[in-house]
C-alpha cells in the first residue's frame, strides 16, 4: 500500500482543533454517519473536535471524490462502500487538500459540525455479521479452563475458525447493555434455569467493514483480498459466559453472543492506517505454514496492523466518586494468528459471497500475559481470581452500573498517530422478571 501526502506527519489543517488531536488528526479521515437536531443521518468525516458533512461540499469535488461524496448524502455508507478502494482514497486524498488548504476556509467552513452537537450512528446497514475466533492467546486461555492439557483444538492452526453472528443486535457506541436473560446451570447435577446472567463479559476485537463484492461462487484469491476491506473499527462481543457454556455445543455461539455487539461510530480507512502496517509476526517454530490458498508474500511481509488496544472499566460507584475509568488492559492487534486479508480468502475460499458492509469480529484479541488479556473470563480465570479495584470493589464478571470502554490508536515513529473513537456500554438490569410478573 502506497503512502501519499496524506499521511505527511508534518500536515497542519487550519482547523486548529485538529493539529495534534488525538485520534483525528488530518492525517485519518474516518468516515461515519452522524445527524444533528436539524440535519437527517448523513455521511461525515471526523476532523479533530468536527464533523465534516461531506455531502455539503461536494459542489467542490469532481470525479471519484465527487462520485464517493455524493454516496454520502445516504443515511448509511452502503454505497460508499460498494464503490470500493479508488474513489474512497480519491475523496481522502480531496478532503485533506481542502483541509490543509487555508484558502479553502471559507468555503469548508459552514460544512463543519461540532462533534458534541452530533448524534452517530452505525456507519452502514450491516447485511452479514461473521465473528472469527483469530486472537491465539484468546484461543488458549479459554480453551485452557476447559482442555488444560490440549487448549487448542486440532484444526486451529490451519481453519481461520469462525461462526456467523447476527446483524439486528449490532450497535454504535453507547447503546445500552441490557442484561440478558438466557438458560443457565449454575451447578453440574442440577437443571438449567431461565434466569438473568451473572457471568456477563466483553470480548476486545476489531471489527473489519467489507467495501465490494465478489460474485458467488468466486472465491477472493489471498493476493486481492485486502482491496475487499475499506478498514476497520473497534468492536466489543458482549458474552454471557454462564449462557454461552451451556449452549455452545455442538453447534458454537447462540443467544450467548447475539443480544449485542457495539461497535465504534467511525470506520478508520485501510488508506489511513497505511503506516502502520507491519509484517505478519512468524508463526511459533513447529506451527504448519498457512496452506497455499491463504498465503501471499505481500500479505505476510504487511498485512497486520500495529495498532494498540485498551480496555477501561468505571463501576457506578468510581463514577459515582468523580474517580477515573480503571486501565484493564492494553494489548495490540498483532496477537492475531491470521492477517484479515487471510480471514476475506477464507471466508470466500467456497465461494460464499461478501456484500459491501458485511461485518467480520476479529475475535477476541488478547496477549501473552494478564497486562494485555481481553476479556474478564481471562482475566479473572473464569471467575476464580475476581479483580480488585482501586476503591476496594472486586470484578469477576461485569455489574450492573459499569462502564466498559474499548480503545484503540495507532502510533510511530514519524507519524501523526490515529484513533477509533469510542466504543463504550453501560451495563443495565433487564428489570422485568421473565415471568413477566415485572418485580425482578
Ligand atoms: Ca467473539
Wanted: hydrophobic share 40%; charged share 20%.
Amino acid at each position: 500500500m502506497m503512502l501519499d501526502e496524506t499521511h505527511d506527519p508534518q500536515a497542519r489543517s487550519w482547523l486548529a482543533d485538529a493539529n495534534g488531536h488525538p485520534e483525528f488528526p488530518v492525517q485519518n479521515l474516518p468516515l461515519g454517519v452522524f445527524s444533528t437536531t436539524t440535519a437527517q443521518p448523513r455521511g461525515g468525516v471526523a476532523i479533530g473536535e468536527h464533523v465534516l458533512d461531506v455531502a455539503m461540499i461536494s459542489p467542490l469535488l469532481s470525479g471519484d471524490a465527487l462520485l464517493a461524496a455524493q454516496a454520502m448524502s445516504q443515511p448509511t455508507l452502503n454505497a460508499l462502500l460498494a464503490l470500493g478502494t479508488e474513489p474512497r482514497r480519491a475523496l481522502r486524498r480531496a478532503l485533506f487538500a481542502l483541509l490543509t488548504d487555508a484558502a479553502s476556509e471559507a468555503k469548508v467552513r459552514d460544512a463543519l459540525v461540532p462533534l458534541r452537537q452530533c448524534t452517530l450512528h452505525l456507519p452502514a446497514e450491516v447485511g452479514d455479521y461473521t465473528d472469527f475466533y483469530s486472537g491465539i492467546h484468546h484461543a488458549v486461555n479459554v480453551g485452557r479452563q476447559f482442555r488444560p492439557d490440549a487448549p487448542l483444538l486440532p484444526n486451529y492452526k490451519y481453519v481461520p475458525i469462525g461462526y456467523h453472528g447476527r446483524s439486528s443486535s449490532i450497535d454504535v457506541s453507547g447503546a445500552e447493555v441490557i442484561r440478558p436473560h438466557g438458560q443457565i446451570k449454575r451447578q453440574n447435577d442440577a437443571a438449567p434455569e431461565y434466569r438473568a446472567s451473572e457471568r456477563l463479559d466483553y470480548e476486545l476485537e476489531m471489527g473489519v467493514w467489507i467495501g465490494a463484492r465478489n460474485e458467488r461462487g468466486s472465491p477472493v484469491p489471498i493476493e486481492t483480498a485486502s482491496d475487499y476491506i475499506a478498514g476497520l473499527c473497534l468492536l466489543n462481543d458482549w458474552s454471557a459466559r454462564d449462557v454461552q457454556a451451556w449452549e455452545y455445543q455442538p453447534l458454537g455461539p447462540f443467544l450467548a453472543k447475539n443480544f449485542l455487539t457495539t461497535v465504534s461510530p467511525w470506520i478508520v480507512t485501510v488508506e489511513a492506517l497505511a503506516p502502520f502496517r507491519v509484517p505478519q509476526p512468524p508463526r511459533p517454530a513447529g506451527d504448519p505454514a498457512p496452506l497455499a490458498y491463504l498465503t501471499s508474500g505481500e500479505d505476510q511481509a504487511s498485512g497486520a496492523f500495529d495498532i494498540t488496544l485498551e480496555v477501561h472499566l468505571r463501576t457506578r460507584r468510581m463514577r459515582d466518586a468523580g474517580a477515573p475509568p480503571q486501565r484493564l488492559s492494553r494489548g495490540n492487534m498483532q496477537f492475531m494468528y491470521w492477517t484479515i486479508a487471510q480471514l476475506v480468502a477464507h471466508h470466500t475460499c467456497n465461494g460464499c459471497n461478501l456484500r459491501p458492509g458485511d461485518l467480520f469480529g476479529t475475535g477476541t484479541i488478547s496477549g501473552t500475559d494478564p497486562s494485555s488479556f481481553g476479556s474478564l473470563l481471562e482475566l479473572s480465570q473464569g471467575g476464580r481470581a475476581p479483580l480488585q479495584l482501586p476503591n476496594g470493589e472486586q470484578r469477576s464478571f461485569l455489574q450492573d452500573g459499569d462502564e466498559l470502554a474499548l480503545s484503540a490508536y495507532a502510533e510511530s515513529a514519524g507519524r501523526a498517530r490515529i484513533g477509533f473513537g469510542a466504543c463504550v456500554g453501560v451495563v443495565r438490569s433487564n428489570s422485568p422478571s421473565p415471568e413477566g410478573s415485572g418485580s425482578g
